[in-house]
Every structure is written in structure tokens, then in C-alpha cells.
């Protein structure tokens, strides 16, 4: 399955790197010392946060926010991170 989710880049106060936050996925968050970093630590974190959701017997993910309803900070950018998650059968 393939998600897409919207994350925010914000860079860090220092000017080292960048933040992470993912609008829709509570609590879901990444950073990185460059912008290369920063997005595989993103990407590696909704998918992370999508798949120990779909574990959850009430399985439910969120609707994705669209980018025009999206409120940035001065600096702050929007990228779509997308994950791919294999579903395979349980083996006990």
C-alpha cells in the first residue's frame, strides 16, 4: 500500500538542519542536519507511525490535509512524503 502524507520542514533555530512535523499523523515528527537527512528521517517516521497504526485492530488513518488549507510559518515548507508499506501475512 502507498501512503502520501504532507509534512512541514522547518529549518532549526541555529540554522542547522531542519525539523519535521506531520500535520495529520499526531505526534509524528523528524529532523535531520540537512534537508537530505531530514527527509529520510521523515519518511522513515510516518512509516513507522503508519504501521504500527494498521497493527491497531481499529485501524483507522487519518484524512490528508491539503496543502492550500495549510498555514506555514515564515520559513516553513511543505513537502509530500510518501511511504510504502508491504502488507504481508502473519506467519505464527
Known sequence: M???YPAVFTPK???NGYDVV???LEGCTA???DL???LDAA???AGDWIRVE???EDAHLPEVSHEEDMKLEEGSFMRQIMVIVKLLPEYD
Request: charged share 35%.
Open 2 to 4: 502507498t501512503f502520501v
Open 13 to 15: 533555530q541555529n540554522g
Open 22 to 24: 506531520f500535520p495529520d
Open 31 to 33: 529532523s535531520g542536519p
Open 36 to 38: 537530505e537527512d531530514a
Open 43 to 45: 519518511r522513515e517516521a
Open 54 to 56: 494498521l497493527e491497531e
